[in-house]
């Protein structure tokens, strides 16, 4: 299991660390700006090749990675012949988008991986019944157990997750299924009911339901090239609207911090889902990929978000933000960080003892 889950989580960091930089590196060759280095990986390099004036290299420590860009620190150094390609030579647009680049690469991946996902096949519990709640609207109305639900409201209906999300979006008002029991189609008529449940957070809800449960029967839904890409974006989207709203309710102290988590979780969970097969792995792959390009993009120094704040300040004033007040910004963010490696870092040795 260690050894699964050493493998999984260097691949796993590698692709979503090459997709990051890979953003910044081609946004940067596309604007003539030059790169100097490469790196998947931070710390001592362990090896690598030189092409061109860009040094490809893998380093060390397998926690990140960065692009290293002609000029970043400042132009003092650069010879007069190559100030035109140096980062800080450039118009704040080109900047801007260069440092953006990099989350937007992290969604990029999610979508593709998503699309490949739908495409290979996701499987999901099925259209037929497991159980009928007592006195629920299912129920009342005479739905039974091995019931199959063919279609709600004349929509067709082959996954458990088609049919509660039909159910919940008719808001309590009436309902008509069409049921295949045992090869004899029937319609029942009901209505959902809010009952108490949990969102995607923990939180306690009224949910629209009308008393059924799944059974443990499995499908496995295919899409079509372009029904696929259509889902990677709508799933994309979905997966980076509850990570922004998971962030801020840890901001807000909705979510305990005791619920981050750092290196070593991520790399159990990677060992768990390669377990459970390559699908699994893919779709934790996404998912880490959206918490990394929203993570990235909030308006912290030393994170790309911040970069980018101060980017677009200088787009909107028309001067750069003052060096002592960068410095300073940059020196907060650090620390920042630091805690938060500290905190992700405890958690993770908290849930190993405990």
Same mark, same amino acid.
Not at 88 to 92: D, I, P, T
């Given at each position: 299991m260690i050894g699964t889950s050493v493998v999984s989580? +260097?691949?796993?960091?590698?692709?979503?660390?090459?997709?990051?930089?890979?953003?910044?590196?081609?946004?940067?060759?596309?604007?003539?700006v030059g790169v100097l280095k490469f790196s998947l990986g931070f710390g001592p390099r362990l090896f690598g090749r030189k092409r061109g004036e860009t040094e490809y290299l893998v380093s060390a420590i397998p926690l990140g990675g960065y692009v290293k860009l002609l000029g970043e620190g400042g132009t003092e150094d650069i010879p007069e012949a190559d100030l035109p390609r140096s980062y800080?030579?450039?118009?704040?647009w080109k900047r801007f988008s260069i440092v953006f680049a990099g989350p937007l690469f992290n969604f990029v991946?999610?979508?593709?991986?998503? $699309? =490949?996902? %739908?495409?290979?096949?996701?499987?999901?519990? #099925?259209?037929? @019944? !497991?159980?009928?709640?007592? %006195? #629920?609207?299912?129920?009342?109305?005479?739905?039974?157990?091995?019931?199959? @639900?063919? #279609? +709600? %409201? !004349?929509?067709?209906?082959?996954?458990?997750l088609e049919l509660a999300s039909m159910i919940e979006k008719t808001a309590g008002s009436q309902v008509s299924f069409k049921v295949d029991r045992g090869g004899k189609l029937m319609e029942?008529?009901?209505?959902?009911?809010?009952?108490? #449940?949990? %969102?995607?957070?923990g939180e306690d809800v009224q949910a629209y339901r009308v008393g059924v449960k799944s059974s443990r029967e499995i499908v496995t839904v295919r899409k079509n090239p372009v029904m696929a890409i259509v889902s990677g974006?709508? $799933?994309?989207?979905?997966?980076?609207?509850?990570?922004? @709203?998971? =962030?801020?309710?840890?901001?807000?102290? $909705?979510?305990?911090?005791?619920t981050l988590g750092g290196p070593i979780l991520i790399a159990e969970m990677a060992g768990e889902s390669a377990q459970h097969g390559v699908i699994s792995f893919m779709l934790l792959m996404a998912m880490l990929s959206i918490n990394l390009g929203v993570l990235n993009l909030l308006p912290i120094p030393v994170l790309d978000g911040g970069h980018l704040l101060f980017t677009a300040i200088e787009m909107v004033t028309g001067r750069e933000v003052n060096l002592k007040w960068r410095e300073l910004a940059q020196q907060v963010g650090f620390l920042l960080l630091i805690i938060l490696m500290f905190l992700v870092f405890y958690n993770d040795i908290v849930r190993l003892i405990g």
């Open positions: 989580v +260097v691949i796993l960091l590698g692709v979503l660390v090459f997709f990051h930089e890979l953003g910044h590196f081609l946004l940067a060759k596309a604007f003539g800080a030579a450039q118009k704040a991946l999610a979508i593709l991986v998503f $699309t =490949v996902i %739908n495409m290979a096949g996701v499987p999901q519990p #099925s259209n037929l @019944i !497991g159980a009928v709640q007592e %006195n #629920s609207a299912a129920a009342e109305a005479g739905l039974m157990a091995g019931d199959r @639900i063919v #279609s +709600v %409201n !004349g929509k067709e209906v082959t996954t458990w029942f008529t009901m209505s959902g009911r809010l009952t108490p #449940s949990k %969102n995607e957070f974006f709508e $799933t994309t989207w979905k997966w980076t609207k509850l990570t922004v @709203i998971s =962030v801020v309710k840890l901001i807000e102290g $909705t979510i305990p911090l005791s």
